[in-house]
């Protein structure tokens, strides 16, 4: 099965910027469509963005809003999420999460995805 290491969150101010990132192991992610999730305090979990094994790429509008960028290393087994111009309402526990090939579009559901990291703490602070 596939593992994957969410890794990179931490405390940024706002408009600030961090890159998550998702390393797997125990499969190569060239065939899997990798998605990162977020979950904030009290708040259901939310797709952010996700990235097919064939390079297209979609992101959640209404919380990305083109501020947050995915992409893959094939090479590094590894997925990244840039978020730029972060504000206070992107605090969250960041997962990143895998299914092997997947459709084109990628899926935004949650349940659509069979393997799941640990997560990763964000948070930003005025």
């Known amino acids: 099965q596939v593992r994957l290491v969410a890794s990179g969150g931490g405390w940024v101010q706002a408009g600030g910027s961090l890159r998550l990132s998702c390393a797997a192991s125990?499969?190569?992610?060239?065939?899997?469509?990798v998605a990162w999730f977020r979950q904030a305090p009290s708040k259901e979990r939310e797709f952010v963005a996700a990235?097919?094994?064939?390079?297209?790429?979609?992101c959640n509008a209404n919380s990305a809003n083109g501020r947050f960028t995915i992409s893959r290393d094939s090479a590094k087994n590894t997925v990244y999420l840039q978020m730029n111009s972060l504000k206070l309402e992107d605090t969250a526990v960041y997962y990143c999460?895998?299914?092997?090939?997947?459709?084109?579009?990628?899926?935004?559901?949650?349940?659509?995805?069979?393997?799941w990291g640990q997560g990763t703490r964000v948070t930003v602070s005025s």
């Open positions: 990235d097919t094994y064939s390079g297209s790429t979609t």
């Open positions: 999460a895998a299914q092997l090939y997947g459709g084109d579009p990628p899926s935004v559901t949650e349940g659509d995805y069979n393997y």
């Open positions: 125990g499969r190569y992610i060239s065939t899997y469509t």
